[in-house]
Nanobody, 123 residues
Framework: QVQLVESGGGLVQAGGSLRLSCAASGRTASTYAMGWFRQAPGKEREFVAAISWSGARTTYADSVKGRFTTSRDNAKNTVYLQMNSLKPEDTAVYYC????????????????WGQGTQVTVSS
């Protein structure tokens, strides 16, 4: 069992930055690959980024490539999503999730989810 808690969301102007955190608890939390997803009102949850258990490999959706960076600190059991050059279309609830398999881009490939944190980007 892994518990995930996201934080760091908020309201920001277009062009601004936010850093999301995802704190994981559980005996083997640091051995899981992690993913970030987001869900805007009326839309399906979509893949944003993934990171391997070591942090050596990362994958991004085309829509955020070059603007978002994910990283992790396994000593703190925490994964981060640094979001720069934010756009109004980035507005969504952001979720972190764990998976046994790095690079999975579909929601059904993830085993545990956080509760989400709201990110709102104003124009």
């Amino acid at each position: 069992q892994v518990q995930l808690v996201e934080s760091g969301g908020g309201l920001v102007q277009a062009g601004g930055s936010l850093r999301l955190s995802c704190a994981a608890s559980g005996r083997t939390a640091s051995t899981y690959a992690m993913g970030w997803f987001r869900q805007a009102p009326g839309k399906e949850r979509e893949f944003v980024a993934a990171i391997s258990w070591s942090g050596a490999r990362t994958t991004y959706a085309d829509s955020v490539k070059g603007r978002f960076t994910t990283s992790r600190d396994n000593a703190k059991n925490t994964v981060y999503l640094q979001m720069n050059s934010l756009k109004p279309e980035d507005t969504a609830v952001y979720y972190c999730a764990v998976t046994q398999y790095y690079g999975v881009v579909t929601t059904n490939g993830y085993d545990y989810w956080g509760q989400g944190t709201q990110v709102t980007v104003s124009s």
